[in-house]
């Protein structure tokens, strides 16, 4: 875990980028550096609620800039990141959240 909290770190000072396509034809550039910055933000937030070392953190959603700012985020706070496949557009999505939580709870 050091060696890639390194990368990330050393990636943020360089200039390189990541490209987050879209089918909607609008796809995201976005610095290294902002994306490291923003992920540093949003695990403060996480450390403040309890995130840490020992803590596990499950997130659930589509590749995209918020979801890999959020599992990077999990990785700077310290916790263990568990990463959920989202829903079928054929499932029921109460039935959906009601089996995730009961496989989170265990």
């Known amino acids: 875990m050091v060696y890639l909290l390194d990368r990330m770190a050393r990636a943020a000072g360089e200039s390189g980028t990541v490209t987050f396509l879209s089918s909607w034809g609008n796809d995201e550039r976005v610095g290294w550096g902002e994306l490291y910055s923003d992920a540093v ?3 403060a937030g996480l450390q403040a609620g309890g995130v840490g070392p020992g803590r596990s953190v499950v997130v659930l959603g589509l590749t995209s800039r918020p979801v890999v700012t ?3 985020a999990v990785w700077l ?3 263990a990141l568990t990463m959920a496949p989202t829903p079928s557009r054929t499932m029921d999505l109460a039935g959906f959240v009601a089996e995730t939580r009961r496989r989170i709870d265990r």
Do not use: F, P, S, T
Request: avoid cysteine.
């Open 41 to 43: 933000r949003v695990a």
């Open 70 to 72: 959020a599992a990077m």
């Open 77 to 79: 706070a310290g916790g």
